[in-house]
T-cell receptor, first 113, second 110 residues
Framework: GAGVSQSPRYKVAKRGQDVALRCDPI?????LFWYQQALGQGPEFLTY????????KSGLPSDRFFAERPEGSVSTLKIQRTQQEDSAVYLC???????????FGSGTQLSVL | GQQLNQSPQSMFIQEGEDVSMNCTSS?????WLWYKQEPGEGPVLLIA?????ELTSNGRLTAQFGITRKDSFLNISASIPSDVGIYFC??????????FGKGTHLIIQP
């Protein structure tokens, strides 16, 4: 596709539910990033993949957060046993190579009730 | 972790005015980036800076990568209504994720 695609666009979950957020990066982009953006804040780094390898997961806030990119293309961010503080916009970004600037998707807005 | 201080937090300007915003960091970056975000959308890359001292323009936008590698500024000349949005600076050290500032809200008064 022409840009980074994320689905669903909106997700409402009851506290304790598991959710899965999908990201389709730009075709051919090697690097893929996940960010969390709380209301009124800048995005905060969660995790980074180069192809299928997860090279950095230092930003994941707890072990309830898990990300995968098994074939080096589509990625899924999974949040288990969601909590209200998980409510945020989750942004996915991809880039062709290191340091070339990242292209962002429109995000998934997660609301945990 | 690294922190980026972005200022001002918000700007209320008249159409046609020039705008200036900046970012400072407690540690160095190898890449500085400026993004614009509109409601309900992801950030869109405006300018990327890869070298200390670099000054780069993109239409009415000009950005500079500070010599110390700890700061950057973005200028917008002759603002127009579609410039409204939130502008974020972001720093990157190597191939790691970006560190973002908290954003500058640009509001243009008619």
């Amino acid at each position: 596709g022409a840009g980074v695609s994320q689905s669903p666009r909106y997700k409402v979950a009851k506290r304790g539910q598991d959710v899965a957020l999908r990201c389709d990066p730009i075709s051919g982009h090697v690097s893929l990033f996940w960010y969390q953006q709380a209301l009124g804040q800048g995005p905060e780094f969660l995790t980074y993949f180069q192809n299928e390898a997860q090279l950095d997961k230092s930003g994941l806030p707890s072990d309830r957060f898990f990300a995968e990119r098994p074939e080096g293309s589509v990625s899924t961010l999974k949040i288990q046993r969601t909590q209200q503080e998980d409510s945020a916009v989750y942004l996915c970004a991809s880039s062709l190579a290191r340091g070339t600037g990242e292209a962002f998707g429109s995000g998934t807005q997660l609301s945990v009730l | 972790g690294q922190q980026l201080n972005q200022s001002p937090q918000s700007m209320f300007i008249q159409e046609g005015e020039d705008v200036s915003m900046n970012c400072t960091s407690s540690s160095i970056f190898n890449t500085w980036l400026w993004y614009k975000q509109e409601p309900g959308e992801g950030p869109v890359l405006l300018i990327a800076l890869y070298k200390a001292g670099e000054l780069t323009s993109n239409g009415r936008l000009t950005a500079q990568f500070g010599i110390t590698r700890k700061d950057s500024f973005l200028n917008i000349s002759a603002s127009i209504p579609s410039d409204v949005g939130i502008y974020f600076c972001a720093g990157q050290l190597d191939a790691d994720g970006l560190t973002f500032g908290k954003g500058t809200h640009l509001i243009i008064q008619p």
